[in-house]
């Protein structure tokens, strides 16, 4: 059990994700049939941005700032002041995220576009750090590596699914 709660915690972007997809899997089972068309794209698109960007950056706030020490080596760096900085920058793409769940499509879209920024800018680090430094930790080039390539695809693939030919979005429909 203690290796399954570590690996949740540690893997806290697959994490997320993966609870945002049953969040979305248990909101479209308690709509009524037949679903308004865009209902699934709404459901992922909502969800995702609740769990991927608000919980899990909330989450990467609460361990660069308060954890630090212990955050700094599961990366595989250095204990660093700019820790913090990662860290309140987080918070502020997870408030757009949580504020997003239900917003306007604009702030939806910055919610996906903000953090796709960082966290690519983070796979690049992450990249440099194991051609440069070999830094193959966990937190530096496992699951954290990957999700940061891949979870800003997901919001922007959502993001124009949501889109109806009309260029409005399908929840609006």
Known sequence: ????IKFVLS??????FVFGLVAAAIALAAQRSPRAQG????????????FSIG????????????FGKMTASFIGWADSP????????????????????????GLRIAAIVGPACFLWGAAVGHV?????????????AGVVF?????????GLVLLALSRDGHGRTARAA
């Open 1 to 4: 059990m203690a290796a399954a």
């Open 11 to 16: 893997n806290f972007t697959l994490t997320c």
């Open 39 to 50: 209902a699934v794209v709404e459901a992922l698109l909502a969800w995702f941005l609740f």
């Open 55 to 66: 919980v899990s950056l909330f989450y990467n706030f609460v361990m660069h700032v308060f």
């Open 82 to 105: 700019f820790q913090a900085e990662v860290g309140y920058a987080s918070l502020g793409f997870a408030v757009v995220g949580f504020m997003a769940f239900a917003g306007s499509r």
């Open 128 to 140: 440099i750090a194991m051609v440069r430094d070999h830094n193959f930790a966990p937190g530096n």
């Open 146 to 154: 990957w999700t940061d390539i891949f979870i800003p695809v997901f």
